[in-house]
């Protein structure tokens, strides 16, 4: 599967969304070059997917020809939270088209997504999972909230993937301090805690490089190179010698 994350960075008066997530496909070997994060074509918004690739490409790549193909999707005249109830029909109409599976081999379709972007209507980041209901049979929504407690209410956070429990132990980590966990929003300690979990040995399913997309408040959804460990790569896949990055922004890490 995968480790994606979508979160709110502020820092300053400075808030922006951040959606990351590693780079591999597990079949018979891991192959970490796959791009898991999606910028829509309308600009204030992300779609990523964790899970069963038979599922979750078809789902991307009809989630973008629905919106290039609704000039008032393309536009962003139809706000965001719209546009999230849209794309959840499509999806569930695509699954209606799936046929001819014995019933004693169905199985519920283990494939995530996480819509992240900004809505102009509300003046909010917002972040919503898309996951399937086995009750209903039918893909669902449900909004990411902040963490519990006082002090952490500007912490909005949501991860899909392999591991879960584990990336957000590790997330505590960076966040403690010797008065404890440190109160406000997040900076880039998700990206620490996504990086770690790479580098591990231990997650198998989790590797390769991490990809990255921004969403401005100006309605902007940026990729962005990730220059770490000597290794230039944009969107998961290594970039030759030669590819020159004047059109991308670069991110370098030292972590």
Excluded at 32 to 55: H, M
Aim: charged residues 25%.
């Amino acid at each position: 599967m995968t480790l994606t994350m979508a979160w709110v960075r502020k820092v300053g008066e400075t808030e922006e969304m951040i959606i990351a997530s590693d780079s591999r496909l597990r079949s018979l070997g891991a192959w970490d070059a796959a791009p898991k994060i999606i910028p829509l074509p309308r600009g204030d918004a992300a779609i990523a997917f964790a899970g069963e690739t038979n599922y979750a490409y078809p789902i991307m790549l009809q989630a973008i020809n629905s919106i290039n193909a609704y000039g008032g999707a393309l536009s962003r005249r139809q706000p965001l939270a719209k546009l999230k109830g849209h794309l959840i029909r499509v999806v569930n109409l695509m699954l209606d088209q799936l046929t001819d599976i014995p019933r004693d081999l169905w199985e519920a379709p283990a494939a995530f997504f996480l819509l992240a972007g900004y809505d102009w209507t509300t003046h909010e980041f917002k972040i919503w999972k898309l996951h399937f209901d086995k009750a209903t049979r039918r893909f669902t929504f449900s909004p990411g909230n902040p963490w519990r407690g006082e002090g952490h209410d500007e912490k909005v956070l949501s991860i899909i993937g392999d591991e879960i429990d584990e990336a957000r132990a590790v997330l505590v980590e960076f966040l403690r301090t010797p008065d404890g966990i440190r109160p406000g929003a997040f900076d880039m300690e998700p990206m620490k805690a996504l990086a770690f979990m790479i580098d591990s040995d231990r997650f198998h399913s989790i590797g390769g490089h991490i990809q990255m997309v921004k969403v401005y408040k100006a309605l902007q959804c940026v990729p962005f190179i990730i220059s770490r460990d000597g290794t230039r790569s944009l969107m998961g896949r290594p970039l030759l010698d030669y590819e020159k990055s004047e059109s991308v922004p670069t991110l370098t890490l030292d972590y």
